[in-house]
Every structure is written in C-alpha cells, then in structure tokens.
C-alpha cells in the first residue's frame, strides 16, 4: 500500500479503515479472550511447546470465527488478509492494527499483558522448523522436506535397496510393525547403519504400531479350479498367450514372473518334453485345448496356451510327439482352492457376526427366496455390539459400502448401498470403518504392546496409528515412561474421523512430550470422512498444526502408481506437488521406489522456489520475455 496519512484519505477511506481498525481489535479481544479461558490446557506443557500451545489456542479461537468479509476489506488496501498467520495468529492481528492505526495518526499503540507475551512474526515459523528438526532430522541437503519411506521385506536381506534409497533422497526409514518380525526389523536396522556411514549422513527410523485395526475374517475356501485366460484384443482375437509353469511334484519349484498359473506334474512326464511339444488335455468344461511347450529348464517347464481354460486337480495331460513308442500321460496334481470371496451387489444384506464362523455367499432356493445371508466375521469381536441401527459401515477401504439395519448382541445385518454395478468381492483380512460409531476399543493391541519394548530401544520415533483421542495419547506416553523411553518422539496418525475432531485436544496432550509429530493417514481417514471431503480435511489438518508449530507426515498414495508400476498418474504428480507444504512425505514399498524417491525429490526441490507452506514464492518466471 503507498504510504499515507489521514489528511489525504477522503472521508469514505477514513471510515472504511476505521472501521476495519476498530472490527481487528474487537477479533483480537476475543481471541484472548477465548483463549485466556482454556490457560488450563497450558498444565504441565513441555517447555518447548508452551508458545506454541498459546498460539494454537488464538488460532482455534479465530477459526470460530467467519472473517472472510473482513479478509476481503484487508486485501482491497493492500494489507494481509490473515489468510497465512497460523504459525503466529497474535503478532500477525497486532501487525495489521498498527498499520492501520498510522495511518489513521494514531501512534501511540499500545498492547495488552496477552500481547506482550506472545511471539513475534518470525518465531512462528522458526519454532516450527526447530521441531521439525527434532523429530525428522535436521535437513542436510537443499530440500527442505524430508522424505520417509517404507521398507519391504527385502530390505532386511538385500543391503543395496536402504543404500540405493538413501542415495535417491530418502531421510526417514518407516517400518511397518504390522508386517514381518523382530528379527527382520533388526536387519534392516542394520542395513540402514550400514547405509549411513556409507553416505556419511544420518536416517531417522520411524516405526509404526499396527494399532486396532477392525478387519474382515476368514470366508469358506472357492473351488479348485485355476481359469488359464490368454489376453485378447477388442475383437477376441488372442494377442498374448497364457503362460502356464508345469513344475515336478517330487521337486516344485517357483513360476517365473510371467507364468499367469502353475501347476504340479510327475516329474518323469517333464523329462520326456522337448520345444515345441503339444500337449493336449480336457478341462473342467469339457473342452479340448492345447498347450505348446515354449522353453524348458531344469526346474520345469513353460507352456502357452491360446484359448481359455479352466483347470482343477486330476486333469489328465496327454503327449504325442512321435518319439516315443505309446503315448505319455499325466495328470495336475491337487492344489489349494482359490481364496474364498463373498459377491455384494447394491441392495443385498450382509450379516456381521462376532462369532469366528467362516464367512459365505448369501444361500436361496429354486424360486429366488433368501434362505441365509452373506456372511462375515469380525476380527474385534467386542465391535459388534457397538454399533447401532441407521450407521454407515465400509469395507475394503471403501469399495463396499452398507447402512445398518438391524442389530443384536453378537450380530448386526447391513443392507449394501456402494458396490460396483456388477457386484463388488469383499475378501477376508479386508478393513472395516465405522465412521459413525462410537466404540470404545484399546488404543494399543497386546501385539503394540510386546512390539513397544523393541521400538523404545531401537527406533528414533514411534509412531501411533488410530489416535483417537487424549486417553489414547496418555496410554502411550504411559507406555514410554513403563519402558524409561521418556525422551523418544512420538507421532499421532490421524485416520479416522475420531481422531481428526479430536486432533487439537491430542495436540495439547502430545505436546507434555519433549517430541511430537502428526501423520494424515489419508486411506482409512478418506473412508472414514468422505472422498468428497479428504482435500478439504486435511487442509484442516495442515493448518491446525502449523499453528501448534508441529510437523506433519503426509501419507498413502503418494506416487503410488510411480512405485508400483514405473509410470506415474498426472493426478499423483499434482498431489506429491499439493505434498509440499508438509514438512515430510511418505511413499509406500514397490518395485520402482528408488525412482519414485528420486521423482519425489525433483519436484520437492523444485516446488520449495515456488511456494513455502501455503505461501507463493514469487521466483522469476522461467518464460520467454515479451521484449526477446
């Protein structure tokens, strides 16, 4: 704004920045106000928290407010909107007013007993990085955002995938508790120790408790029957072969990668195969196919197959290549079912049951009446009589969606309302969210528990999955001290709609802890919230711990298809971009992470020229000028 005085404003101006003088003090009255009342929230802080406790209570007690009339009346003369003061809510309101008051000649400003202990502008965001330091690592590259990932099993036995990742960027190692053994994890340990003095820089090791988590049980095993289908174009013609691996029974062995099937044969049978082989045989349907023998090796054999298939154990393979004076037979070996699936179509109903029974499809007679119900167990049985008639339930992150019915003590049904048009599968060992529940569940499983005193001697930081609330912080930090781990940080993920309405109060708790941090568990948080809501939700997320000077992790799905496939989407690109106002990201295990770490870190580096947290950075613009 050009610099001016009172004698050259118009009498609307002077009114207008009265005005907007007069609205900016009654906002930070009130906001001391609103604060002062919760100053019991500031007990037993630790002391490196205690500013930024104060400054989340301001910034809570202006987010009750709508200020957006006022936001757009700042922006008209020029002066900040209040749109970026979360790391510094008090200094940013006093900044504004005394701009305005000059301008109105009144210079004597003078400041209330809250003001005067509250931070300045700058400190916001140096607490912030300070804590961020703590709890990630103090940065040692030009990237200003860390980057974790987490490790495959593979990692424990080959030392190059923590070295290579280490060499693309990677500042944080997380390993999944959920997953494998102390025994792995301790190899993996290693490796990274290894790593680092190699690259002669240090690796924060996360570790995450599995938490509570609600989970599908066992369904009655499929059929035995592997269908062989070769992949054909829009016409049905076959373009690709199904390949199929014939394996001895006496020695199997493992399928090559592009083996679709394998199945178990009498070794003898496999010794008598040349190139070019035919075999023939009848499959379930009673069709005759032919498999060509296409490559050989001590271990078994690889046969094509240009039609479709369906084959179960018994099936009887014939050879006729003229070399042999009769006929060679043998037959497929018998192998497991497929794995067991329920098929939920929009309106079917589904029954939920605590009882460890085997889960099944839903039963009917010759005229279509129901007999029995899908259905399923639940892996936490004492969910079951929590819940209540007209809640919403979603399994498999998601993809099937129901509202309960009807309930009983040990058993509730769901009518299916969000499945596929053609009918969705719902596997065992698949997640379950009750977003509108309240259950009462322990924070930490006996597992967590026995998984604890490994972490508190091992780890750098460990991290909490489903907080849900201050009792859940407390027990944890309960844990720690049980352990003498009094110092180690902890991180709180946020993945369920609980723990998001609860996240400033979990905030104040964690923050009794020399260390603390927030992960957006973005999976099971955009089932619980909404899809529709998720950009939203954590956006809130962002906010609300920038104000608590506490570093945030954002998770799941970043650069997954990269990851997993080699070929990343346009929309992960966008979102790894949108990843940028964190002060760490995750990426998920896959066979293409070193490139998936290396992309991360291109575009982190280039991102942090252009914006820092919600920010722009007005850099010069890489473009062809108007005069060249």
Same mark, same amino acid.
């Given at each position: ?37 919760? /100053? ?144 792995? #994890? ?24 599995? !938490? ?78 032919? #498999? ?101 339930? #979603? ?6 969606? !129901? ?7 040990? /058993? ?14 719902? /596997? ?101 919230? !909404? ?32 990851? /997993? ?64």
């Amino acid at each position: 704004m050009e610099e001016t005085s009172v004698s050259t404003l118009t009498p609307y101006e002077i009114e207008e920045v009265g005005g907007l003088l007069d609205a900016l003090k009654h906002l930070r009255d009130t906001v001391t106000k609103d604060a002062a009342g919760h /100053r019991n929230q500031l007990d037993n802080l630790d002391p490196a928290y205690v500013a930024s406790a104060r400054n989340l209570l301001h910034y809570l007690s202006l987010r009750q407010h709508d200020i957006r009339p006022l936001q757009q009346r700042l922006s008209l003369l020029g002066l900040s909107s209040l749109g970026r003061a979360e790391s510094c809510v008090l200094p940013t309101l006093n900044a504004v007013i005394r701009v305005l008051a000059s301008i109105l000649g009144q210079q004597n400003f003078t400041t209330d007993e809250e003001d005067k202990t509250t931070s300045t502008i700058e400190d916001g965001s140096r607490l912030l990085s300070d804590h961020a330091d703590q709890l990630l690592g103090v940065y040692q590259c030009e990237r200003t955002v860390r980057i974790m990932v987490t490790m495959p099993t593979e990692a424990a036995h080959d030392p190059n995938i923590i070295h290579q990742l280490m060499a693309k960027g990677m500042n944080c190692m997380r390993i999944n508790c959920a997953h494998d053994s102390p025994e792995i #994890w301790q190899a993996m340990i290693r490796n990274l120790r290894s790593a680092e003095q190699s690259h002669g820089r240090n690796c924060r090791i996360f570790m995450d408790l599995g !938490g509570p988590k609600i989970r599908t049980g066992d369904i009655e095993p499929g059929a035995k029957v592997v269908h062989v289908r070769p992949k054909r174009d829009e016409n049905g013609i076959t373009v690709i072969p199904a390949r199929v691996w014939l394996t001895s029974s006496e020695n199997p062995s493992v399928a090559p990668e592009d083996c679709a099937a394998q199945f178990q044969v009498s070794g003898n049978f496999l010794k008598c195969l040349h190139r070019c082989d035919e075999i023939t045989l009848t499959d379930a349907r009673k069709k005759s196919r032919k #498999w060509t023998v296409v490559n050989i090796t001590e271990s078994g054999c690889c046969v094509e197959s240009i039609k479709a298939c369906y084959v179960r154990p018994g099936v009887k393979l014939h050879l006729e290549n003229g070399r042999q004076t009769q006929r060679l037979q043998t037959e497929i070996r018998d192998f497991p079912p497929q794995v067991g699936v329920l098929r939920l179509k929009r309106d079917d109903m589904v029954l939920v049951t605590s009882d460890p029974v085997q889960g099944h499809n839903e039963e009917r007679d010759t005229a279509g009446n129901l007999l029995k119900p899908a259905t399923i167990s639940c892996t936490m049985p004492t969910v079951v009589s929590q819940v209540r008639q007209g809640e919403t339930i #979603w399994f498999d992150d998601g993809k099937i969606g !129901g509202v309960i019915e009807k309930t009983e003590s040990d /058993r509730f049904w769901v009518r299916i309302r969000h499945a596929r048009p053609e009918g969705s599968k719902l /596997r065992s060992a698949k997640g379950i969210n009750l977003p509108d529940s309240q259950l009462n569940i322990n924070a930490l499983t006996d597992e967590d528990l026995r998984n604890l005193a490994f972490i508190a001697e091992h780890a750098d930081v460990v991290e909490m999955s489903f907080a849900n609330s201050i009792a859940d912080v407390q027990l944890l930090q309960e844990q720690l001290k049980n352990l003498g781990a009094e110092k180690l940080p902890i991180v709180l993920k946020v993945e369920t709609r609980k723990g998001f309405e609860n996240l400033p109060r979990m905030l104040l708790a964690a923050m009794r802890w020399p260390c603390c941090g927030v992960m957006i568990a973005r999976g099971d948080l955009a089932v619980e919230c !909404g899809y529709e809501r998720l950009a939203e939700v954590q956006e809130e997320i962002l906010s609300v711990c920038e104000a608590a000077h506490v570093p945030v992790i954002w998770a799941t799905q970043v650069l997954e298809n990269l990851a /997993r496939k080699g070929v990343p989407s346009r929309a992960e690109i966008s979102d790894a971009v949108m990843a940028h106002r964190a002060e760490c990201v995750m990426l998920n295990k896959g066979p293409h992470i070193t490139e998936a770490v290396e992309a991360l870190d291109n575009i982190l580096k280039r991102m942090q020229s252009h914006q820092k947290k919600r920010r722009p950075m007005l850099r010069e613009l890489k473009l062809a000028h108007l005069t060249t």
